[in-house]
């Protein structure tokens, strides 16, 4: 028989041994690992609510702000006009659709000029919530708003908007918001058609 060319080890270290140095590992690399702490409760969100004034009848006036500071409205809604022709009577509402004007009249009651497009940010929805946004289609029932849309403090501008909407659809509110639609606060007017 030859002799064991590696010869085992000494056993130096017994059962205690071994349970220390695995608790001295253990809590080691406990020391390492970051403790994980319950996060602190969230502090309470305040949620702003939209400011919209409640919605005016056709005839009726609504004040709207805009997202400059000083910028701020009265729109009226003083008509709408169903059924409409195209000024120059070629363009039409398109195949099943008619064409509706709606007047306003936009005062600035603001302290900085009011400057935008009042199409842009009218709207009309029917009584199954389709939305609508305007053509910029001249009617035969009045003028449409000037394409330069400034008006000073103090100062106001009247025209028509013109939609397009499908022959059959009732019509339910004219909706208007300023910086193009992107205002915080949007006007409605409840509509009787």
């Given amino acids: 028989m030859q002799p064991n060319m590696y010869p085992r080890p000494a056993r130096d270290f017994d059962k205690r041994t071994w349970a220390g140095t695995i608790v001295a590992v253990v ?11 319950a996060a602190p409760a969230p502090a309470a969100v305040v949620v702003e609510q939209n400011t919209a004034p409640a919605p005016a009848a056709v005839g009726g006036s609504l004040t709207l702000h805009g997202n400059r500071d000083g910028e701020q409205v009265t729109v ?41 497009l009042p199409d842009d940010g009218t709207a009309l929805v029917d009584t199954g919530g389709q939305r609508f946004d305007a053509r910029f289609t001249a009617t035969t029932v009045g003028p449409a708003f000037p394409a330069a849309g400034k008006v000073a403090t103090g100062a106001s501008t009247e025209g028509y908007v013109t939609f397009a909407v499908p022959a059959a659809d009732r019509l339910a509110t004219v909706q208007f918001t300023m910086d193009s639609g992107f205002a915080d606060e949007t006007g409605e007017w409840q509509l009787t058609t």
């Fill in 27 to 37: 809590g080691a690399v406990g020391l390492a690992i970051p403790v994980m702490k």
């Fill in 76 to 116: 009226t809604v003083l008509r709408v006009a169903d059924a409409v022709q195209a000024a120059d009577g070629v363009c039409g509402p398109g195949e099943g659709n008619r064409f509706v004007a709606v007047q306003l009249r936009i005062a600035n009651t603001g302290t900085v000029v009011y400057d935008d």
